[in-house]
């Protein structure tokens, strides 16, 4: 490919890192295939294994992020990268770089502000079946709390516009960053697109850095929050309906044994139960404030998104087939 996918737009391929010495190599190479006009970045994220040097020797652009997480490197990354156009992937060669022509030209043609490479029986093979479980758990929660718009909200291969990336606000320090980003395109109603993709299988030498209950529950977590923040009304709701049940339940049988006898004996029963009632209110009430707050917030994200410069709007050569350049005779071919 050209420097640019469609006319002159400029590529930036980013690769978050952690001892991946044993496949970056392959990958950069793979990338620098698929994308010859493409810049090449590679964040390593305090390796201990010979990463940045594998990956400087294959052709990219090592740079370092010493704050341990995925979730600073994509920060750090979205930060300091300048491009029209972003594809980001794994540097453990489990996503084909040759894909990375599609996911471009989806999101080209699709004039979309994010394409995401769904794995294609990533169920399969997960690694264990704890994180295959746990997909198709978060996927579901994730529909159920967000909205229908992604079947696969942890993969890690997209394809994302200018406007995107400069106008996400990550917050998140691991792996559930990728979460994080497919609420962003959920909460201010992007448009998305998702395109199924094979999912490898790491070689031999190269280990999985995910744990199956901690970032598990990290990623619960990260749900919570994100619900906290962008859903306020509907979080404080639920807390202030199980409070107010709670508190009910509890008054019951004070009121059963008061209207049989005229006399309150538990009223430390009775106590609480107003408490938890009061709390209700309180927790709805919050919920009511803060909506209006969560709205101002994506008001303010949604003119920060308009704010930045497409150079991709208006194009006639959107549509058109993307063109490769041919390394050895510079020939170009659909």
Not at 34 to 62: C, H, K, Q, W
Not at 148 to 160: E, K, Q, V
Not at 189 to 209: D, H, I, Q, T, W
Request: charged residues 20%.
């Amino acid at each position: 490919m050209d420097q640019a996918a469609a006319g002159d737009l400029s590529i930036a391929v980013l690769l978050p890192c952690y001892n991946e010495a044993a496949t970056i190599a392959s990958v950069v190479r793979g990338f620098r295939l698929a994308l010859p006009g493409a810049r090449i970045f590679v964040y390593d994220n305090n390796s201990t294994d010979g990463t940045a040097l594998a990956a400087m020797l294959a052709g990219a652009e090592v740079r370092r992020e010493r704050r341990q997480g995925k979730g600073h490197v994509v920060r750090r990354m979205f930060a300091d990268i300048d491009a029209d156009i972003y594809v980001m992937a794994d540097g453990d060669g489990t996503y084909a770089p040759d894909d990375a022509e599609e996911l471009i030209r989806t999101l080209l043609t699709e004039r979309v502000d994010m394409v995401v490479g769904t794995r294609r029986g990533v169920h399969d093979d997960a690694g264990r079946q704890g994180h295959a479980a746990g997909n198709r758990l978060f996927n579901i929660l994730y529909r159920q709390m967000f909205g229908p718009d992604f079947s696969d909200i942890f993969s890690g291969y997209r394809a994302f516009t200018r406007r995107y990336v400069k106008s996400f606000p990550a917050v998140s320090g691991g792996f559930e960053i990728e979460t994080e980003m497919s609420v962003h395109a959920s909460r201010l109603k992007l448009p998305v697109a998702e395109l199924e993709l094979n999912y490898g299988r790491r070689p031999e030498g190269s280990f999985s850095k995910l744990s199956t209950f901690r970032d598990g529950f990290r990623i619960l977590r990260m749900f919570a929050m994100l619900m906290k923040e962008t859903r306020p009304f509907i979080f404080f709701g639920l807390i202030a309906a199980a409070l107010f049940l709670s508190g009910s339940l509890l008054s019951i049988p004070v009121l059963i044994e008061y209207f049989e006898t005229g006399l309150v004996p538990r009223m430390p029963t009775w106590m609480l139960s107003l408490a938890l009632i009061s709390l209700s209110s309180v927790a709805l009430t919050a919920g009511v404030i803060l909506d209006s707050v969560a709205r101002g917030r994506n008001e303010m994200l949604r003119l920060a998104y308009l704010n930045q410069p497409d150079r991709m709007s208006g194009r006639e050569s959107l549509a058109t087939p993307i063109e490769t350049v041919s390394p050895a005779s510079g020939t170009r071919a659909a």
